[in-house]
């Protein structure tokens, strides 16, 4: 039995950019690591947003997984192939009249 076993490794990709993470490590995780920590804007007042809770509580991190948006990035572990797209552009603003 080997005592220095590495995790495999795995592609994600993250706002159209590939890069590389440990299996099963979390969402959250990879982005923080790739220095990347807005991961939303508020849709109230449009303040930028990232990890806080870490448990799936607070929803700060959610991000477009696979096409599926509102995903909790914390309680999300990656998979290879994975598409991660966080949500930072600015809010439409009205019009005024």
Known sequence: MS???QPETVTVTIDG???QAWSGQ???AVL?????WPLRRNPVNGQLRGPYCGMGIC???EVTINGRPS??????HVTDGMDI???TEPL???AHG
């Open 26 to 28: 979390s969402v959250s």
């Open 71 to 76: 995903s909790r990035s914390c309680t999300a």
């Open 59 to 61: 929803l700060e991190c």
């Open 92 to 94: 439409p603003t009205a």
């Open 17 to 19: 950019t590939p890069g």
């Open 32 to 36: 923080v690591a790739a220095g990347i």
């Open 85 to 87: 797209r966080t949500r």
């Open 3 to 5: 005592t220095n076993s």
